[in-house]
């Protein structure tokens, strides 16, 4: 897992988010699946604005990575929503500043179980599920 840590004051751009983020995600990507590279990879992130900029899309479309759009206002289909956040949040004492966060949700995630990753996508699944049987109308008192 990557993880990259952004001043307070940086703001996110869609340059930024090319070249300090994604570029460094693709080449770990091609590192790990040698054989394989971005093949078979679908990406689903939100609808950020880095995120949904034309040439984030194209970017990840010319090393071969399929795009799941997100619907919008539909944040209980992010897994940063339903699942991360809160984990790191009940997972993670005080800290005194900044660094120490950043020190302490680098180490937790670093140190999660493989099958809280996998239970993740499998919980993503069940959540789009929901969206589509529901017509991407209110859903959240359905899940278990």
């Known amino acids: 897992m990557l993880i990259h840590r952004i001043e307070r004051v ?3 751009r869609h340059h930024y988010y090319i070249n300090q983020r994604l570029r460094r995600l693709i080449d ?3 590192r790990q699946r040698s054989s394989h590279g971005t093949r078979g990879i679908k990406i689903h992130h939100d609808n950020g604005r880095p995120h949904a900029h034309k040439n984030v899309s194209d970017y990840l479309e ?7 759009s ?3 206002y539909s944040p209980n289909l992010s897994p940063c929503d339903f699942w991360l956040f ?3 949040k009940d997972n993670l004492t005080n800290q005194e500043d900044s660094e120490s ?3 302490a949700v680098t ?20 959540m789009m599920q929901l969206c589509v049987d529901n017509h991407a109308d209110y ?6």
């Open 70 to 72: 997100h619907p919008h």
């Open 107 to 126: 180490d937790f995630m670093n140190s999660s179980n493989r099958n809280e990753y996998k239970k993740t996508f499998e919980k993503s699944i069940e």
């Open 10 to 12: 940086q703001a996110v």
């Open 28 to 30: 770990e990507i091609k």
């Open 101 to 103: 966060l950043h020190n």
């Open 86 to 88: 809160d984990m790191i």
């Open 62 to 68: 010319s090393e071969g990575l399929a795009i799941i």
């Open 139 to 144: 859903f959240e008192h359905l899940v278990k």
